[in-house]
């Protein structure tokens, strides 16, 4: 990949190139260098809203926040961005780090309607985890139970929007943040007398299968490579190809 990338960067200066030789470069755990290609890469070609969205996202697993949200707000004003996809990736930044009113800020723009992407239920799932930072025990409880109707309706769907997987998971973290906002919420309100609030509060912390970390929602399959990329494998052959004869 990192030489498909090279050469796809040397022969059309296309974005895919970047964004493959990248991906490449991180996954052999040479953090510096994918960060320098990409930043690189997105001052040769500004427009390129998946190469702002990998270096959001690899800025955001080496805890750059506030740089990997800046790259995030540029890749959504990108011609071709998916605006709410690269949002939802901005609160998920402000979400990793505490920022739990920034999360709702984001969260409150006019793009969340009707969108496709994310699906709902992880609109609410972080809205839920951001009101639960902030001890807003209702609102979470509210946000949990309206992610939760979301995937309940999906039942009733011949194909579910999102793969069953993905759906169990978001499903156990709302159902997470709800009952840590029941119990929070009646430790606050003056159940002290019985121990059994605080107890299972403590349960609920040891059965926690979650992170914490919210996750960051990737691009679209062909974004950044237009047709896909195995057609621009097939082009870059028939480059080298045609330059040796």
């Keep these: 990949a990192e030489t498909i990338g090279r050469e796809l960067i040397d022969a059309f200066a296309h974005p895919a190139g970047y964004e493959l030789k990248a991906r490449a470069v991180w996954g052999m755990d040479e953090q510096d260098d994918a960060l320098a290609l990409l930043e690189e890469a997105v001052g040769s070609i ?7 969205h990998w270096l959001g996202t690899f800025r955001s697993e080496t805890g750059k926040y506030d740089a990997a949200a800046e790259a995030f707000e540029r890749a959504a004003t990108c011609t071709d961005a998916v605006v709410s996809l690269e949002l939802f990736n901005l609160a998920v930044v402000r979400q990793r780090q505490g920022s739990f009113r920034a999360v709702l800020v984001v969260l409150g723009r006019e793009v969340w309607d009707g969108a ?3 699906p709902e239920e992880y609109w609410h799932e972080l ?26 309706a999906y039942g009733e769907l011949e194909e ?11 499903a156990g973290r709302l159902l ?3 009952a840590q906002a029941v119990l929070e919420g009646a430790w606050a ?26 996750a960051l929602i990737g ?27």
Aim: no cysteine; proline share 9%.
């Design 189 to 214: 309100a003056g159940v002290r007398s019985d121990k059994a609030p605080k107890k299972a509060r403590g349960r609920l912390n040891d059965a926690n299968v979650f992170d914490g970390r919210p």
């Design 160 to 170: 579910p929007p999102a793969d069953p997987e993905a759906i169990h998971d978001i």
């Design 127 to 152: 809205r839920a985890s951001a009101l639960l930072g902030l001890e807003r025990w209702d609102e979470t409880i509210e946000a949990a139970d309206a992610g939760l109707g979301v995937i309940d």
């Design 176 to 178: 997470f943040h709800k």
């Design 219 to 245: 691009v679209r399959p062909g974004i950044g490579m237009p047709f896909g990329g195995t057609v621009w494998i097939v082009v870059l052959a028939m480059y080298g190809f045609v330059n040796q004869r």
């Design 46 to 52: 500004p427009d390129a809203d998946a190469l702002w």
């Design 116 to 118: 496709e992407v994310p």
